[in-house]
């Protein structure tokens, strides 16, 4: 059974850092380019950041470009999202989606809620 | 960037009724690389179609996808209890960033 397991968020000021961490199990992790979608409150979804299988490619929303940087270890099943230089703005839940090519964004975390607030 | 404009914003319809939601795109999509998503509250999304008219693992026949181009629609043939729900389209083809529209609610009339 394929699981992704978000980690790390919590409260933290404006201006401050923060590392979110997904575990994922049940598939093999190096098959698959992973990406981070965040939702603000009562808000839609936002795409945030794209990392492909190896780390060969790398992408974020304009919006974080500068600030949140992915990374993954896949000895360890992991992905990874620094966050520096948080705002208000970046108040969200942030889900990782396995990212399946033509399959679209095929299996999502239970998120894990980043609240920017002073 | 490719901006989706999902419409209606809410739709409020019975059990067993029909529901038709729209998708349009500014640019139109590359290979249809359009998915659709159903979110409950407090849940992650959950994919149930993709390349704009393939339904998803375990999603039931009464979901369809259809269009092309910049026009989507999602059809829910006759709406049971658990499908009241927000529903997304997301643009995933081409280079990123990959967009959602805005959502659609489907409530109890």
């Known amino acids: 059974e394929v699981q992704l397991v978000e980690s790390g968020g919590h409260l933290v000021q404006p201006g401050g850092s923060l590392r979110l961490s997904c575990a994922a199990s049940?598939?093999?992790?190096?098959?698959?380019?992973m990406n981070w979608v965040r939702q603000a409150p009562g808000k839609g979804l936002e795409w945030v950041s794209y990392?492909?299988?190896?780390?060969?490619?790398?992408f974020y929303a304009d919006s974080v470009k500068g600030r949140f940087t992915i990374s993954r270890d896949n000895a360890k099943n992991s992905l990874f999202l620094q966050m520096n230089s948080l705002r208000v703005e970046d108040t969200a839940v942030y889900y990782c989606?396995?990212?399946?090519?033509?399959?679209?964004?095929?299996?999502w975390g239970q998120g894990s809620l980043v609240t920017v607030s002073s | 960037e490719i901006v989706l404009t999902q419409s209606p914003g809410t739709l409020s319809l019975s059990l067993g009724e029909r529901a038709t939601l729209s998708c349009r795109a500014s640019?139109?999509?590359?290979?249809?690389?359009l998915a659709w998503f159903q979110q409950k509250p407090g849940q992650a999304p959950r994919l149930l179609i993709y390349?704009?008219?393939i339904r998803a693992t375990g999603i039931p026949d009464r979901f369809s996808g259809s269009g092309s181009g910049t026009d989507f629609t999602l059809t829910i043939s006759r709406l049971e209890p658990e499908d009241f729900a927000v529903y997304y389209c997301?643009?995933?083809?081409?280079?990123?960033?990959?967009?959602f529209g805005q959502g659609t609610k489907v409530e109890v009339k």
């Open positions: 989606a396995r990212d399946n090519g033509y399959l679209s964004f095929d299996f």
């Open positions: 049940g598939f093999t992790f190096t098959d698959f380019s």
């Open positions: 990392i492909s299988s190896r780390s060969s490619d790398i």
């Open positions: 640019q139109s999509v590359s290979s249809n690389y």
């Open positions: 390349g704009a008219s």
């Open positions: 997301q643009n995933y083809g081409g280079s990123p960033p990959w967009t």
